[in-house]
């Protein structure tokens, strides 16, 4: 499989994007809402297979603190094909330099990103838009 890789903004289309994460699953994230988040993170990855946007990551950093790697997704399609492994690589690779780099992972997938090096924070705290649901989804005690 030979993927094509972008690192910016250029030429993304907003609405095959929120496909994509609709398809992943993880959820319905609304084009205008993408385009204001990835435009406000540092570090982006976008793989493309064949002009079709097949997996995506992003991290919002600050230069030399802290890079929180989030919304990573792949297509269907290219689940189980090492898509994922190379997204959350490039993302890790683009943070060098910060003293730490932070994720939030789908419950149930830390021992994919355990591979990283990522362990669980003991201190990480969190107030969600919706925290009964957070809860009932074991996000949060």
Known sequence: MTLEWRHSLEGIDWEELSRL???APLGNKQPDGLKLVFSNS????????????????????DG?????????????????????KEIVSRLVDL?????????YAVAGKEPFYEKFGFRRMKTAMAIFENQAQAAERGLIE
């Open 42 to 61: 540092m570090f982006k990855c976008f793989a493309y297979d064949d002009s079709r946007l097949v997996g995506v990551g992003r991290a919002m950093a």
């Open 95 to 103: 943070s060098t330099g910060h003293r730490k780099i932070i994720l």
């Open 21 to 23: 994460y609709q398809a």
């Open 64 to 84: 030399l603190d802290c890079s929180y790697i989030c919304d990573v997704a792949v297509h269907p399609s290219h689940q189980g094909t090492g898509l994922g």
